[in-house]
């Protein structure tokens, strides 16, 4: 099992580009999230989905949108990136909202807004 | 004020020592209590849960709640060069809306060989 995958791994967007996160989980997990993670800030959650076919705000939602593909996939999107993106965007997933206390995290995709 | 407050670091240790990472938290509604291990450049891997007050061990690892203080601990015996990395603690609500996890900033530790 490959677990929580996350593509890209890097990437570089000049102010006002857009883009879209990849994730997959290969687990059968109902539930994933998306963190970002700041220097000494942790990480805040930007959005999750609790099941196929429902999406919520988090923490830090403001320029960013998802979209649970299937219940394997949850991409997240920046339609018009800015330098306050600038990042490390980690994915995860849980069995369920219940078990939320037992995520896996994928590795990360760093993105730098310039 | 941050909900969970994370002592920074970083801290610096011999091998073999005991090693005390801390948390405290002011939301009375955290139940659950997480300690994850992130290594450089590297997701977060979930250590130990727990959601009562006391002890919980799980080999070299124990992790400790304090309710009443609302602080939480996770002790590292026989501390190695491979525990070298950032420990994250994480707290969720038991139930309701509100139910997401709100992470500390991350201790960075590190084990000398």
């Known amino acids: 099992n490959a677990g929580v995958t996350q593509t890209p791994k890097f990437q570089v967007l000049k102010t006002g580009q857009s883009m879209t996160l990849q994730c997959a989980q290969d687990m059968n997990h109902n539930s994933m999230y998306w963190y970002r993670q700041d220097p000494g800030m942790g990480l805040r959650l930007i959005y999750y989905?609790?099941?196929?076919?429902?999406?919520d705000k988090g923490e830090v939602p403001n320029g960013y949108n998802v979209s649970r593909l299937n219940k394997r996939e949850f991409s997240l999107r920046l339609e018009s990136a800015a330098p306050s993106q600038t990042s490390v965007y980690f994915c995860a997933s849980s069995e369920y909202m219940e078990r939320i206390y037992e995520q896996y995290f994928g590795p990360g995709t760093r993105l730098t807004v310039t | 004020q941050k909900e969970v407050e994370q002592d920074p670091g970083p801290l610096s240790v011999p091998e073999g020592a005991i090693v005390s990472l801390n948390c405290t938290y002011s939301?009375?509604?955290?139940?659950?209590f997480m300690w994850y291990r992130q290594y450089s450049r590297k997701g977060p891997e979930l250590l130990m849960y727990?959601?009562?007050?006391g002890n919980k061990e799980d080999g070299r690892f124990t992790a400790q709640v304090d309710k009443s203080s609302k602080y939480i601990s996770l002790f590292i015996r026989d501390s190695q060069p491979s525990d070298s990395a950032t420990y994250l603690c994480a707290m969720s609500p038991l139930s309701g809306s509100a139910r997401q996890l709100t992470f500390g900033s991350g201790t960075q530790l590190t084990v000398l060989p």
């Open positions: 727990t959601y009562s007050s």
């Open positions: 989905s609790a099941s196929e076919g429902t999406t």
């Open positions: 939301n009375s509604a955290f139940q659950y």
